[in-house]
Every structure is written in structure tokens, then in C-alpha cells.
């Protein structure tokens, strides 16, 4: 029997601008002028200002650790002419799947007029399944192009080759 072929397949990640490269060099540099700035207030006897300047490097510090953690989550989006599935993994790796049947699925694109699609949810048999949350605008509504497309190609159906 034939594989199924694949109408139309999407990994999507939230897009981070930093590498982790990128993050030791911004920190060293941050680093470094805090200990410079702390230790002028250190020679100017103003000693408590020297530990709040380490304060502020660690709170930037956790927020890039955070930022980094949220940058783990993805969708996997994979249409077949049966078969819908999205594939949701949390940061903290717990996956969610949902399977739906594309011939009953429709696609609902929030937009606004002078901002462009502002959320995208696939509803199957009254359950909705919002996908690429995490995305711009642009790649919104690229996601949008190609998940109509393969929907409508399931619609169609496949013609298959007598062998």
C-alpha cells in the first residue's frame, strides 16, 4: 500500500534575534561596565553601591535565561489528504497533539485592517486550535497561505495512478 503523500508540513519556532553567543558577549560587556561603575563607587566610599551594581546583572542575567527557555517551544504542523496534525511542544518539553480530518477543518484568520492577522485557529468539529501564536505578522500570514492551500488540496482529493 502507498504512503500517503504529504500535502503540506510546518515546524514553527519562535524567532530570537540572540544566539547564545550573542548573550555571553552582551553579558560580558554588561558585566564589565557594572564592575567598572562599582568599583568608582567602591573608591568613593560608597561601598553599598558596588553589590546593588551585581543586582542588576543577575536580574538581566535571569531574564535572558528565561527568554532562552520560552525559545525551546514548537508547533509541527503536517496536512495529508486524511489526516491534520498539529504537534504542540511546551518550553518545558510536554507535547500536545491534536489530529483532525482536513476535509472537515476550516481555517479562521483573525486580522485586523492596518495590522494584518492577528491569530490563526484551525476548528475541526467545533474544537479550535489556535496555531502560530508565537509568529510575526509576515510569517502569520504565510502560514495562512500555506495551510489554505493544503486544506483545499485535501478538498480535492489525490489522484492516484493505476500501477
Known amino acids: 500500500m502507498e504512503a500517503e503523500p504529504t500535502l503540506y508540513e510546518a515546524r514553527l519556532t519562535p ?16 558585566a564589565g561596565i557594572s564592575f567598572v561603575c562599582g ?3 567602591l573608591m568613593m566610599g560608597a561601598w553599598p553601591v558596588f553589590g546593588l551594581f551585581g543586582i542588576d546583572v543577575l536580574a538581566m542575567w ?5 527568554n532562552f527557555r520560552a525559545a525551546r517551544a514548537r508547533e509541527e504542523i503536517t496536512v ?23 476535509l472537515w477543518t476550516r481555517l479562521h484568520a483573525e486580522e485586523i ?8 485557529t484551525l476548528v475541526s468539529r467545533g474544537r479550535p486550535t489556535e496555531v502560530g501564536s508565537f509568529l510575526h505578522v509576515g510569517e ?17 482529493g489525490i489522484v ?3 500501477p
Open 62 to 66: 535571569l531574564a535572558f535565561r528565561v
Open 140 to 156: 502569520r500570514e504565510a502560514l495562512a497561505a500555506g495551510l489554505s492551500g493544503a486544506l483545499a488540496d485535501a478538498r480535492r
Open 113 to 120: 485592517e492596518d495590522f494584518g492577522i492577528q491569530k490563526l
Open 80 to 102: 495529508t489528504p486524511s489526516r491534520l496534525t498539529v504537534r504542540k511542544v511546551a518550553p518545558d518539553g510536554a507535547e500536545e497533539a491534536t489530529e483532525m480530518n482536513p
Open 39 to 41: 568599583v568608582a563607587f
Open 160 to 162: 492516484r495512478q493505476a
Open 15 to 30: 524567532y530570537r534575534s540572540l544566539d547564545e553567543r550573542g548573550f555571553l558577549i552582551v553579558m560580558a560587556i554588561v
